[in-house]
């Protein structure tokens, strides 16, 4: 089992910067991938970002060349830096593991573009 706790959320102006944090512990080493989701009322939840133990990184369009998704050496922490906000970023984000068949989720953090 693996248990992941977001932090970092808030409310931010448009054009603003905000980054998230994920702690992850138990079974880590079972992990070999490592993802942010989000979701906005109404809408389902979507992927922004995800990496693998190799280093494979991919993003949502929507955030390509604004948002960044990166891990620690250990694999206990993963991040979301996130620039250049727009109100439809507004949602909660929710940090994501994988690793032998078994999915995890945090219990989210809002974010909130606003003027």
């Known amino acids: 089992q693996v248990q992941l706790v977001e932090s970092g959320g808030g409310l931010v102006q448009p054009g603003g910067s905000l980054n998230l944090s994920c702690a992850a512990s138990?079974?880590?080493?079972?992990?070999?991938?490592m993802a942010w989701h989000r979701q906005a009322p109404g809408n389902e939840r979507e992927l922004v970002a995800g990496?693998?133990?190799?280093?494979?990184?991919t993003y949502a369009d929507s955030v390509k060349g604004r948002f960044t998704i990166s891990t620690d050496n250990t694999w206990n922490k993963v991040y979301l830096q996130m620039s250049s906000l727009k109100p439809e970023d507004t949602a909660v984000y929710y940090c994501?593991?994988?690793?032998?068949?078994?999915?995890?989720w945090g219990q989210g953090t809002q974010v909130t573009v606003s003027s």
């Open positions: 990496v693998t133990r190799g280093g494979t990184k």
């Open positions: 994501y593991a994988f690793g032998n068949g078994v999915p995890s």
């Open positions: 138990g079974r880590l080493f079972t992990i070999y991938y």
